[in-house]
Every structure is written in C-alpha cells, then in structure tokens.
C-alpha cells in the first residue's frame, strides 16, 4: 500500500487507504438519511483547505451529503472498529454512531479522514440508535475550533447540520450531524482491538500502515515498531503538556480516545479550568477523579502502556527482551511530558533560557494560585500586561517575593520589556472557552434556535492570543452564584 503525496485538483478527492488493512477492523455500512437536513454551521475556511467549494457545502446538497443522507463522488461509507479501557475496564467498541465518508487527499496531498457524528446506526451501536443531539455536537465545533486556534493537535470541525428531527435523551432534543476532520482515527484502541481480536498479523498491518501513514522515517530506524512507540510517546507528551499549559481537561481519557496521530480526539465532557485546581473534575461520570486536570498526565502515560503492550509480539521475538525496551521507552514518557511543560511555562512567563530554578518558581505561582482560588487563565494574562493589581494574591508577602524572583530571573534573559511581554502575550490566551459562554451560546441555538451568539463565540475564540478589546468580555470567569460546573457525555 502506498500513501502518496503530491498536488491534485480541487474538488472531492476520496480515497480509502483504511479498507487495505483486514476487513475486521471496519464494517461497511448504509446511509441512515434523516428527515430534511439543514446547514446550521459551515467552517469555510476549513473546506477551502480540504480542497471543497464552501459555496458547494452550503447549498442543499451539501447539507444532505454532510448529514449522511448521500454520499459525494468516491465515498466508501465505512465504520472503524476498536477497543478501550474505559476508566480502566476494558470494552470492545466501534464507531457507535459515526460514519467515514473516506480520506480526502487536500490540494497539497494530505490525508484527511472526513467523519460524520450522529449519521445513525452501525453494526457496533449496541443498541443505541447512533444519533446526536444538537447542543453536544456545537459544543464540540466551538471547543474543537477553540483548540486548534489555540495551536494545539486536534480534530477539527467542518459543519454542524440539523437532522429536522428528535432524539430523546433526558428530554426530546433537536437532532444533529457533526462533520469532522482528523489527521486519522487510529487509536491505541484500535490497536488493542487487534491485539484482542485477532492476530499478531492483524497488529502487524495495522502498525504498518499507521507508520506509513503518520511517520515517515521508520524505514531508517533499527526497529521500526519501537520506533513507532517512541514517535506516538513523543507526541503524546507534547499533546497533553499543551492541554496543561491552557488548563484544557479532557475529561474522558479512554484509551479508545487517544489517537495515536497525537492530535485531541472525542470531545465529550471536555471543559476549561477557571479557578486553578490540579483536582478540578467536570465530567459527571468521573465520581473518583480519575480523569481530573492534574491526573491527565498520569493517565496518558497509563494508556500509553496500553499501546505499548500490544506492539511487544513485534518489537523482538524474545518477548522479554521485547518488553524490557518497551519500558525503556515509556520510562522516558514522564520526563518528556515534564520537558515539554517546563519549556511551555518558561514561554508564559517571558523566559528562554533553561535554569534549574526554574521549576520552583512556576510551582510556587500554581501554589498561589490554588490557595487564593485565582483564575488559571486571567492570572497570566495579568502578568502578561503587568496588572498585578488583579489578582486576588496581589497584597500578599508571598507574592510580593514571588514577583521579586521573578522581576531578578527575567534580568538574566536580557531581554527588553517589549520582547518579554510579546513573548508572554504570544504564550497566554486573553480568551478560552469559558464554560458559562459556551452554555450561554448552546442554550440560544437549541432552546431558541438563535444561533448568533454560538457564532459570534467562535469568532471571538479564532484568534485567542490577539488580546483585543471585543475579547474583553470573555475574558470573566463565571459569577460565583452559578456554582459548580458540570459535563456530560451528551450525544
């Protein structure tokens, strides 16, 4: 099998590199079309990238193949089978309620996997009826599209279309099809359904055409299954170090929710941390914590054991040894995580240079700011534009020291105040998603069917790091009479 690269023409160019591997990692399936489709969100700049006419999207046809009632030229309507730990139990799975209309090759040759979310059911919908409702599949265009203009990997959305039907959850909800794009769908879920279900030939193609696929250099390495282990350990450190850097909590960390592409996939009870608290849980469904913003990198380490596990059979024919460099790799997991995430706080507090002290002085902000409630996002952008006077330490002798460290260690970079605060400002949101604004956005378009305020969110959110005056009324946290917030895993 060959992945090609190179310039085509515009236009829908699917191709189905995915149907090569055995036919027991997918099952093709038929359309479920809904009743009348209907354009509710359309990411333009989005489909002029994949190589699509925006215009083309918008129009009824494009509603209808982007809702799943049929299919554009060239499409191989598929759904991808996989396994997980889910918190920590293991399940086989599949694609529930999502349909792959096929990879499209963009105008510069990158591979696309273009899915629809809500299309209906498919063999592995263990009788759910593989539908979405509307406010959940918004929520995941605003914070996916929030996350990529943030600059971290992720799936990105292209269109949200309303179904022109029900679906009951809780309480009869307007219905809805997300379409979204990602570098692919391969999960370390996905390899545990090799391992699982079938052979060590099934883990064998599966591994082979996840390193021809996402990276190119294997042929070079002196083992290519450790090879693809140490890129997709790499890439994980990286992913989660930037979810801590913007207080992202994803919220449900299931193996099966870890692409292997390093990119944010599944965006369920995913919210943004307003106070800091490394122990702060949104998800309904994570009573125990599990899942919470300061276990995220102990958890992405754990699934990467996972993952590890199931490329052992390949890794050498003496499984022990097989096993010994395995652990050598995912030894180093913590520490590249820990790399990553010093290099990215040193970068929000307008520093280069790596000195050891370092670490002390970003923990004792996290301690300040954990103790006096501060919120994660408002305490940099205030340092950023040296406002200190808003923040709820800022009378304080410990951060009244604290600054003073900070004021002598920014000296040793001999930098200008101009450079620092650019770097700072460059590194530190003025806004995020809060999570009131995007209840606020969802309530309007589902309750009211107003969807002006779900656009205008995202057009606030496309640029984070600008720090212009219409940003400023996003920037508050929620008013303390709102209390708790809380996730769901809607669909």
């Known amino acids: ?34 009743h009348s489709p209907k354009m509710i969100l359309l990411n333009r700049e989005l489909a002029s990238s994949l190589g699509l006419d925006p215009d083309e999207l918008q129009s ?46 963009t105008p510069f040759g990158k591979r696309v996997d273009i899915q629809l979310k809500g299309s209906g059911r498919t063999p592995y919908s263990r009788g759910g009826d593989g539908r979405a409702s509307l406010g959940p599949m918004l929520r995941e265009y605003i914070i996916s599209e929030a996350m990529y203009a943030l600059g971290i990997p992720t799936n990105r959305s292209l269109s949200v279309v309303r179904t022109g039907e029900s ?3 809780e309480t009869k909800q307007p219905g809805a099809v997300l379409t979204r794009t990602a570098a692919s769908h391969l999960r370390v879920g996905t390899f545990q359904f090799a391992l699982g279900g079938g052979t060590e030939e099934d883990v064998k193609a599966l591994a082979d055409y996840a390193l021809e696929r996402h990276f190119p250099g294997a042929d070079r390495a002196e083992n290519r299954y450790l090879f693809l282990l140490k890129e997709v350990i790499r890439r994980q450190a990286e992913l989660i170090a930037d979810w801590q850097l913007v207080g992202f909590i994803h919220g449900v960390m299931n193996t099966d929710n870890m692409a292997i592409s390093g990119e944010t996939i599944d965006y369920g009870p995913c919210a943004f941390m307003n106070s800091y608290d490394p122990n702060t849980v949104f998800s309904s469904i994570d009573v125990q914590g599990r899942y919470s913003y300061g276990n995220q990198p102990r958890i992405a380490g754990w699934n990467l054991a996972r993952f590890a596990e199931t490329l052992v059979p390949l890794i050498d024919e003496d499984q022990e040894k097989a096993v010994e460099l395995a652990q050598a790799e995912l030894s180093s997991y913590l520490d590249l995580y820990h790399q990553n995430w010093l290099h990215g706080m040193r970068k929000k507090l307008g520093l280069s240079l ?30 950023t534009f040296q406002k200190c006077e808003e923040l709820p330490f800022s009378d304080t002798v410990k951060f009244m020291d604290w600054k003073a460290r900070w004021k002598e260690r920014l000296q040793t970079e001999q930098k200008s105040e101009k450079e620092v605060q650019e770097m700072m400002q460059s590194h530190n949101p003025a806004v995020i998603p809060r999570n009131h604004r995007v209840e606020e956005a969802l309530e309007a378009a589902v309750q009211r069917g107003d969807y002006s305020v779900v656009k205008k969110l995202i057009n606030v959110l496309a640029d984070p790091y600008a720090h212009t005056p219409e940003q400023e009324a996003y920037c508050s946290p929620p ?11 809607g669909t």
């Open 167 to 169: 679906v009951i959850r």
């Open 354 to 383: 790596e000195v050891e002290k370092d670490e002390s002085l970003f923990n004792d902000l996290l301690d300040l700011m954990q103790e006096y409630e501060a919120d994660y996002t408002n305490t940099f952008r205030a340092l």
């Open 1 to 34: 099998m060959s992945i090609r690269n190179e310039q085509i023409q515009p236009g829908w160019n699917l191709e189905h590199s995915y149907t090569a591997l055995p036919e027991k990692f997918f099952r093709k399936i038929e359309l479920n079309p809904v």
């Open 479 to 489: 008013p303390e009479s709102s209390g708790p917030y809380q996730t769901y895993c």
């Open 60 to 105: 009824e046809k494009g509603a209808s193949i982007l809702a799943g009632n049929e299919l554009p030229a060239g499409s191989l309507p598929l759904a991808q089978a996989y396994a997980g730990h889910q918190f920590g139990n293991f399940t086989m799975l599949g694609d529930g309620r999502a349909l792959l209309i096929g990879e499209q090759i």
